[in-house]
Nanobody, 121 residues
Framework: VQLQASGGGLVRPGDSLKLSCEAS??????MAWFRQAPGKEREFVAGINLSGVRKDYLDSVKGRFTISRANAKNTMYLQMNSLKSEDTAVYYC?????????????????WGQGTQVTVSS
């Protein structure tokens, strides 16, 4: 499985942005978004199961970010609203063939190349 992330950019605080992650090959069971800000460790942002019913979020993005997927397109999305400067990071999509959302990056087999999100006035 190969993952291709896209949609990052430079936006102002309060703006919205939508990230996409297209998977090639077999549809992964679990997909997730992680992010890494300069000088900080990578952190789990959001995860989604195969059916799209189960979702999990980092506390600081709950109510602002929405994860979704379109299995017919083998694509996962992250709608980010009310962006804050602290959301600035490189965002990575990740996937694993097993069910079960986990916040541990090491559990994910497949990773995309990352897309930069910068929130600045």
């Amino acid at each position: 499985v190969q993952l291709q992330a896209s949609g990052g950019g430079l936006v102002r605080p309060g703006d919205s942005l939508k990230l996409s992650c297209e998977a090639s090959g077999r549809t992964p069971s679990t997909m997730a978004w992680f992010r890494q800000a300069p000088g900080k460790e990578r952190e789990f942002v959001a995860g989604i199961n195969l059916s799209g019913v189960r979702k999990d979020y980092l506390d600081s993005v709950k109510g602002r970010f929405t994860i979704s997927r379109a299995n017919a397109k083998n694509t996962m999305y992250l709608q980010m609203n009310s962006l804050k400067s602290e959301d600035t990071a490189v965002y990575y999509c990740a996937a694993k063939p097993q069910p079960g959302i986990t916040t541990t990056g090491a559990a994910y087999y497949y990773w995309g190349q990352g897309t930069q999100v910068t929130v600045s006035s």
